[in-house]
Structures are given as structure tokens and as C-alpha cells.
């Protein structure tokens, strides 16, 4: 069995998404003076969209599951395919990408399954340009993908519609009973198409998403 870790770290200085997202904080507080031994703790102060994270529709329809509410069956050892589809900046992936790769790979797609596409961009995770300049979807492949009623999105990739011309597919996309897993790393670390999936929220009640630790689990 290899286990993979394709989520990304939460420090002091990484990237966050624009206003009024806030940039990830980290800070030191005071031993209590209540204890006659020292102890070391930390505030953590960020958006639930923070490093790698599980987003339901609530994120834009406010009678969607909140995070809190997801099924751990949703997000624990979930059937699951990795499509491999390299790209640089501000390239889109498109239905014939995903096609050509799943026909590649051999595999099938069953409903329920999650897929996780890697474009390789991870790479780029603390460049300038990890937000400005992504790969991204078509809205035909978004289509594609609820097309092949997956359970659940993943990719290497910070914005799944393009910085430079968004694409209205997130209103459809959280319509249907899918979650959004994002941004990841170490897909390339990935040997076989087909695996299973592991990423536990934090649980927020009424928040639609959280930082999560991802793992990608193959025999």
C-alpha cells in the first residue's frame, strides 16, 4: 500500500485568494499564567478556503450541505481515479483531455467515483503566478465531468475557471451533489489510475468548506 499526501502545507506568507479572503496567520500566544509549566500554542486565523481544501454548494447556494454535514462516507477511502493531464499556465483542460486520458489509463468511470485531475502545477505553489496565471476547465469539461456523475472534483490547479476569462459554471456545478477539492500537490507521486481517496474536513458548523489533509491511498 502506498500512501500519498496531495495537500498542501498552511504557513505564514503563503498565497490566499483576494479580498476579503485573508491571508493565512499564524501567531504565537502567551504560556497561561494559570499552568506552572510552560506550554507552547498558536492562533490560526485564515478563510475556510485555505491551502488544500472539501467545499460543498454551500459555498454558493445557502440550503446546501455546510461542511459540518458532509457524509464521512463521502470523504473516507472514497472510490477514486487520478487522470494525469500536464499543462502550463493559463491552458485549459478540456473534454478531450479528460477523455483521452480515462481512455488511456484503461480505466472506467463509475458514478460516484471521484476524479482527481493533475496538470502539474503544483509546482508553481509558491510562485507569483500560482493564482494569476492556472490552468483551468472548459465549461465542457465541467460538463463531462457531471456527465460521468462523479462525487466529488479534485485538481492541482487554485481556480477551476480561468483568472483571465471566467466561465459562470460553479451556479450548475454545486447544483449537483458534487464537492470541490482544491488546490492539490504530488499527484505526479501518483502510480495508478485507480485508488482511494481520503480528506476529512475540520468541522465548522455552517461553514461550506475547510482545510483538509488529503490522502491518496493505492494498493
Not at 456545478?173 to 500537490?185: G, H, M, R, T, W
Request: proline content about 9%.
Amino acid at each position: 500500500m502506498r500512501i500519498i499526501d496531495i495537500s498542501g502545507s498552511i504557513e505564514n506568507g503563503m498565497w490566499s485568494y483576494a479580498d476579503p479572503y485573508p491571508a493565512p496567520s499564524i501567531t504565537e500566544i502567551p504560556a497561561p499564567d494559570w499552568l506552572a509549566y510552560p506550554v507552547y500554542s498558536q492562533t490560526v486565523r485564515m478563510a475556510v478556503q485555505t491551502a488544500t481544501y472539501l467545499e460543498t454548494g454551500a459555498h454558493m447556494y445557502r440550503d446546501a450541505i455546510n461542511i459540518d454535514q458532509v457524509p464521512l462516507e463521502r470523504c473516507y477511502l472514497i472510490d477514486a481515479l487520478t487522470l494525469w493531464i500536464p499543462k502550463g499556465p493559463d491552458q485549459a483542460i478540456s473534454v478531450d483531455d479528460l477523455a483521452g486520458a480515462l481512455a488511456k489509463s484503461g480505466e472506467t468511470f463509475r458514478p460516484g467515483d471521484a476524479l482527481l485531475v493533475g496538470t502539474g502545477w503544483d509546482t508553481h505553489w509558491t510562485e507569483p503566478d500560482y493564482l494569476t496565471n492556472p490552468p483551468y476547465f472548459l465549461a465542457s469539461a465541467i460538463d463531462w465531468v457531471l456527465d460521468q456523475q462523479a462525487s466529488l472534483l479534485g485538481g492541482d490547479t487554485p481556480r477551476y475557471d480561468s483568472p483571465n476569462d471566467p466561465q459562470n459554471f460553479f451556479t450548475k456545478f454545486f447544483k449537483q451533489d458534487i464537492l470541490l477539492l482544491a488546490p492539490l500537490i504530488n499527484l505526479q507521486q501518483v502510480q495508478k489510475t485507480r485508488g482511494k481517496l481520503t480528506a476529512l474536513p475540520l468541522k465548522i458548523k455552517g461553514a461550506c468548506a475547510s482545510p483538509v489533509r488529503a490522502l491518496w491511498i493505492e494498493e
